[in-house]
């Protein structure tokens, strides 16, 4: 079992664990075209189907596989998008993130990925941090670079994506290169 714990992010933000009224965010997610698509996000929302997200983000840690983290704001803890950290073999760990449109172009990915990669690299002192973004997802990879993250190359043809096989950015972060 893992504990999800409260982290902040920057000044405007929080990562904290998910709670049952989060579930207007997953329902803002579920409406977005491409966040169910790669993420865990119902595509067709119900009261019933958004917590059952929700509880699967609290079995994850449960059951010892990982940190998904709602991203909310400090001022109000109102969620508005999610980011995990998914330990795995090898000293390597994914982080993966979503924010609802009506957060977008806020700098909240950014922020929220700088925080839980410190938090990996620092406190659980996991070497080696990756996630894969798809090209044309320009605000996604500007955000892992203003993380900090650098782009490693294009995993051709890597994640079937609605169907069909796309090609990934695949962008890592070091604790050797974050320590120093």
Same mark, same amino acid.
Not at 89 to 92: K, Q, T
Not at 128 to 131: A, N, S, V
């Given at each position: 079992?893992?504990?999800v714990p409260e982290l902040p992010a920057g000044d405007r933000l929080l990562l904290r664990p998910w709670r049952l009224d989060d579930v207007v965010a997953v329902q803002e997610a579920s409406e977005d075209a491409y966040i169910p698509l790669v993420t865990g996000v119902p595509p067709n929302y119900s009261a019933a189907e958004g917590i059952?997200?929700?509880q699967r983000q609290w079995s994850k840690a449960a059951d010892g596989i990982g940190y998904s983290f709602a991203i909310a704001n400090a001022g109000d803890n109102r969620a508005v998008g999610q980011i995990g950290l998914w330990p795995g *073999?090898?000293?390597?760990a994914s982080v993966g993130y979503w924010v609802a449109k009506s957060a977008r172009g806020q700098g909240v990915a950014g922020t929220a990925l700088r925080a839980i990669s410190s938090w990996g690299l620092e406190r659980l002192r996991i070497p080696?941090?990756? *996630?894969h973004v798809e090209p044309w997802n320009t605000p996604s990879w500007k955000a892992a670079e203003g993380a900090g993250f650098l782009r490693e190359g294009l995993l051709r043809s890597w994640q079937e994506v609605g169907g069909e096989r796309r090609d990934m950015y695949l962008y890592s972060k070091l604790i050797d290169e974050h320590l120093r």
């Open positions: 079992m893992v504990v059952a997200f929700i *073999l090898h000293g390597r080696r941090l990756q *996630l």
